[in-house]
Antibody
Framework: EVQLVQSGAEVKKPGESLKISCKGS????????IAWVRQMPGKGLEWMGI????????RNTPSFQGQVTISADKSISTAYLQWSSLKASDTAMYYC???????????WGQGTLVTVSS | EIVLTQSPGTLSLSPGERATLSCRAS??????LAWYQQKPGQAPRLLIY???SRATGIPDRFSGSGSGTDFTLTISRLEPEDFAVYYC?????????FGQGTKLEIK
């Protein structure tokens, strides 16, 4: 069974750094792209970017370029999303998802809630 | 960037009724269109890909149609568990984008 397990909820202050994780199991982690999706409170889904864990090829959506860093450690089947300096506007639920047919999101993690507040 | 516009914003129907949700793209995405269902407090779930192919385990009351710029998700007979928010997503052109969602609520 394909599973994506994300790290737990975080509460941070503006300006702090953060790295959240997404651990894949039940499939060949290096063979499928992983995407990160943002959902701000009460809002819709936003595609942030994708990474291929096999070679760390990464493609960010322009609106998120320079705002976050997507990475992966294939030795532990884990993808990451990180911020160097959080803002209150980064408060959101963040989902990782495994790419399926085409660039669809076939399998999803449970989400990581990030709250940024002073 | 391709913009997806979903309509209506909210759809109020009763169990057993037929639901028709629309997704319009600002330019052609061929058939590279997916639909997702999201229930409160849950991650989204893939329903339809390639505009009309059901994902694994999705009941056949869900169907998708369309190509180019106009797409439809139809739920033939609503079950209580179908009341949720539905999103379309295009993957014909990067950056891949989602529609703003349609909330399907119980009338």
């Amino acid at each position: 069974e394909v599973q994506l397990v994300q790290s737990g909820a975080e509460v941070k202050k503006p300006g702090e750094s953060l790295k959240i994780s997404c651990k894949g199991s039940g499939y060949s982690f290096t063979s499928y792209w992983i995407a990160w999706v943002r959902q701000m409170p009460g809002k819709g889904l936003e595609w942030m970017g994708i990474i291929h864990p096999g070679d760390s090829d990464t493609r960010n959506t322009p609106s998120f370029q320079g705002q976050v860093t997507i990475s992966a450690d294939k030795s532990i089947s884990t993808a990451y999303l990180q911020w160097s300096s959080l803002k209150a506007s980064d408060t959101a639920m963040y989902y990782c998802a495994r790419i399926g047919s085409g660039w669809t999101l076939q399998h999803w993690g449970q989400g990581t809630l990030v709250t940024v507040s002073s | 960037e391709i913009v997806l516009t979903q309509s209506p914003g909210t759809l109020s129907l009763s169990p057993g009724e037929r639901a028709t949700l629309s997704c319009r793209a600002s330019q052609s995405v061929s058939n590279y269109l997916a639909w997702y269902q999201q229930k409160p407090g849950q991650a989204p779930r893939l329903l339809i890909y390639g505009a009309s192919s059901r994902a694994t385990g999705i009941p056949d009351r869900f169907s998708g149609s369309g190509s180019g710029t106009d797409f439809t998700l139809t739920i033939s007979r609503l079950e209580p568990e179908d009341f949720a928010v539905y999103y379309c997503q295009q993957y014909g052109s990067s950056p891949y984008t989602f529609g703003q969602g349609t909330k399907l609520e119980i009338k």
